[in-house]
């Protein structure tokens, strides 16, 4: 499919074998490891800025203990999104070099082996562990489940250094019989209180541009291009052939044998339905001309609602890591964040600190649906959380237990604010945890268990757009392990 726009400059650039789209955590990932192959030449495309060496990356992305993602943040792009059919957000993601990976809170939690059930046997918590061992160095834990030579450091806050308030939380999960669990990453370990495995080393966030990418810019077959928009995919019969990019107000066309999508769980399913793959009805309605309908592009995606319980006490909030310890249980998970989010994130109001109850197997369904067939205008994001009653329920025993732990001596300081007025309404909010817009399965699944877009060739997504189903902790770990099996999958393709 090709985009017209009058009056702007067109221009030939040279062909890629392998065209990455998006420099996010699986994106820099993908480029990293393809380019390990000196014989092909890899470009990656990045809508975002971009830097080429620890040098030049702005403080506020390296810094742990911030969330540069405030109004008028130069390193984040939002778009609209509906929680449910009467509330409505406005959802901001990474827009930088290295993606979400870079302005997030540094939670490194690996999908938990169960999770796997739901995807193709190939995927089988067994297969994929020695990938997740593969991106990582754990400064804490060894042994088999861990690694200790990849490219992310991965360690957990100590005790001692940290907030007032992660150290009360511990205390008091314990206090009401919960157990503590010192490894998250352990596949063994089952429900508890423990720290948060971070990719957080020395206060600075390491997210997979400066771990993967940035040194390993000197290769003479990896191109990187920044500020540059893919605007579609060129196809050639049924085959991707390459892409369309906006840079620099001039529209050219990049040629590749291969196209990897990491643009993320929005953005993805955007490009696809963009160049005509997805639900036939809705691109005609659109104006897209229709390459091949796909049903499920863009349908079915999951992610964490997520219940704010604000709550006042006399914790001092000195700069800590946004998330130090969870408690997990059940289908929940209970976050104490560290400090008021306004101390954290720019340009906030004045607020009360927060206590999150994260629903992590929620039954809810959304949908991406293209608004326009304008490139540069965002889709709409559409959640339907709490149209189940078992999320509705889940969510309410969450708070239950946030209710008994502020009942608990090291909590006792605490008080609720708002304790008149139903959370589900008044505080739902999302973990930005969108997953499985475009995923892989059996059937009728947008993508095979090889992340090949079915019905094209040459056509690949590797983020958390593939995944089945979001997994039950958050996916930043599991996404930069399904990067590195992607890449090995298309090298030994």
Sequence with gaps: MTSEYPGVPRSTVDHADIVVVGGGSAGCVLATRLSEDASCNVLLIESGPGFT??????????????????????????YPASLTTNIERTISRGHVLG????????????????????????????????????????HDFSGEWHGRGGPIDVARVPDSEQAEVSRAFFSAAMECGFAHVADLNDPADGDGVGPV???????????????????????????????????????????????????HGGVSRIRAETVVLCAGA????????????????????????????????GQGFSDHPEIGVYYRSSFGHLPASPLEVVLHTGDLEIRPFA????????????????????????NSRGEIVLRSSDPLESPMVRYRYLESASDRAALRYGLDIVSELFAS???CDARAVDVTVDP????????????GSASMGEGDSVLDDRCRVRGIDGLVVADTSAFPVVPSRGPHATAIMLAERVSDLIRKA
């Design 424 to 435: 589900l309404s008044m505080h739902l909010g999302t973990s930005l945890h969108l997953s």
């Design 266 to 297: 929005v953005r993805t399913p955007q490009l696809l339905m963009l160049s005509g793959i997805g639900p036939a009805d809705a691109l005609n309605d659109a104006g897209v001309p229709v390459v091949l309908d796909h049903p499920n592009v």
């Design 53 to 78: 060496g620890l040098g030049d990356w702005p403080a506020e992305i390296a810094d742990a203990h911030v969330l540069p993602v405030g109004p008028g943040s130069p390193w984040t792009a939002s």
């Design 197 to 247: 495995p971070l990719n957080v080393f020395g206060g600075k966030r390491i997210n997979t541009a400066v771990a993967y990418l940035l040194p390993n810019l000197n290769r003479d077959n990896l191109t990187m291009m920044t500020e540059t928009v893919v605007l579609s995919v060129i196809f050639d019969s049924m085959r991707a052939v390459g892409v369309e990019v906006l840079r």
């Design 409 to 411: 001596s090291p909590l």
């Design 99 to 138: 993606g979400s990976g870079s302005v997030n809170g540094g939670y490194f939690v690996r999908a938990r082996p169960r999770d796997f059930d739901a995807w193709p046997a190939s995927w089988s918590h067994r297969n994929v562990l020695p990938y997740f061992c593969a991106a990582e160095t754990d």
């Design 339 to 362: 400090a008021p989010f306004d101390r954290m994130i720019s340009g906030l109001a004045i607020g009360d600190p927060m206590i999150g109850v994260g629903l992590m197997r929620p």
